[in-house]
Structures are given as C-alpha cells and as structure tokens.
C-alpha cells in the first residue's frame, strides 16, 4: 500500500493564482483531512469529509474548496491564492474522526 | 484561536532530564491523541487515551487524560536525543479532529 500521498510537493504560486492539491489514499478509509502548519501554530483543520460526497468546514476554510467524489481521493482547491496561504498542507485519513490518522508527506506552499 | 493549547510552546533540556507537556482546552472530547512530528514529515501517532483518567505508558513516555476529559499530559522520563521532535496533541469531537498548538522538544547529549 501508498498510504496518503500527496502532490506536488513544493508549489510556488503568484497572489491570484488557483491550484488544486492532490490527497489520495489507498486503504480505504473513509475519514479525509486536510489541514495547514504555520510555524508556532500546530495543525488547523481546514476541511474534512466523512465519506464520499459529504465535506465540511474546519477552523480555517476560507479561501479552500474541497470535493469528495471517490474515497479515495481529496483534493485541495486555492480559489485565488494570497501571501497568507503560504504554509505547509498536510493531508490526512483514518477510518473514523478519533482512529489514527495517517498523514500525507505534506506540500510546502509559498505564494509571492 | 485553537480549541487545544499546549505548553510548553519549546522546551530545550539535556539528555537524562525529565520533562512534562500539558495539553489543555475548555471543551470536552471522546478521545485524545498525541502524535510526533520530524522534520519535513506528518505526524506519526504515538497514543490515543480515551476514558477519563486513563493513563498510557509506551516505554519512556506516560500519558495522562484527565478525569473531565478536557486535558492531558506526556510526561518523558531520561529524556533522550531520539526523543527530539514537534509533539502535537489533537482532540476528537463530533466528526472532527482538532490538534493542538504543539510543543518542540530538543534534547540536546
């Protein structure tokens, strides 16, 4: 098994630009995540699914959007990118919200 | 603002000492986690207390979940370099795992 991947690994965007991040998992879980690390700031959840077709808001969704269309897959969209995205992106899955997660290598985002 | 505040926010102690991190919040949750983080990686756990006042040993390390199931604590005993990292505790709610601030531990030989 993959576990959790994630792409790219590094991204350098300009202020107004879109991407999506990649998630995929391949153990069939149904818990998705993802959540961005700022220096100091521990982990903030910024959305999550708890199975296919059904997402929500976490701490911090401004400005994401996310989709849920297979289990295996989550993608992380950056509508219109901005200086304050600049992070590391962290995605994650378990088979429910308190089972263990497995995280993603993470992607490091830089937005000039 | 963060539902989980650890401290220490940094904690830097020689190889041998003993050391506590507290991880506090005003909501109660169905369990508790607390994963280490290395650099360039995601976090990896490392125990999940679930009833209140339960405590965990894994080798060194001892968790606690308090009675009200609002806080914990991961005392280390003879701190190691190994121990070296980022720890995180991350509470679960309804459909939602929240982590903590983080507390960056260097144990220095």
């Known amino acids: 098994n993959a576990g959790v991947t994630q792409t790219p690994k590094f991204q350098v965007l300009k202020t107004g630009q879109s991407m999506t991040l990649q998630c995929a998992q391949d153990?069939?879980?149904?818990?998705m995540s993802w959540y961005r690390q700022d220096p100091g700031m521990g982990l903030r959840l910024i959305h999550y699914?708890?199975?296919?077709?059904?997402?929500d808001q976490g701490e911090v969704p401004n400005g994401y959007n996310v989709s849920r269309s297979t289990t295996e897959d989550f993608p992380l969209r950056l509508l219109s990118a901005a200086p304050s995205q600049t992070s590391v992106y962290f995605c994650?899955?378990?088979?429910?919200?308190?089972?263990?997660?497995?995280f993603g290598p993470g992607t490091r985002l830089t937005v000039l | 603002t963060q539902l989980l505040e650890q401290s220490p926010q940094f904690l830097s102690i020689q190889e041998g000492e003993n050391l506590t991190v507290y991880c506090n919040s005003s909501?109660?949750?169905?369990?508790l986690q607390w994963y280490r983080q290395e650099p360039g990686e995601g976090p990896v756990l490392l125990v999940t207390?679930?009833?209140?006042?339960e405590v965990k040993k894994l080798k060194r390390l001892t968790f606690q979940f308090g009675d009200a199931r609002k806080d914990s604590s991961l005392h280390i005993t003879a701190a190691q370099p190994g121990d070296t990292g980022l720890y995180l505790c991350?509470?679960?709610?309804?459909?939602?795992?929240?982590f903590g601030t983080g507390t960056r531990l260097l144990v220095s030989p």
């Open positions: 153990m069939n879980h149904e818990y």
């Open positions: 699914s708890v199975g296919a077709g059904i997402t």
């Open positions: 207390v679930v009833t209140g006042g």
């Open positions: 991350a509470g679960a709610g309804f459909q939602k795992l929240v």
């Open positions: 909501s109660v949750f169905s369990s």
């Open positions: 994650a899955s378990s088979y429910r919200t308190s089972g263990t997660q497995y």
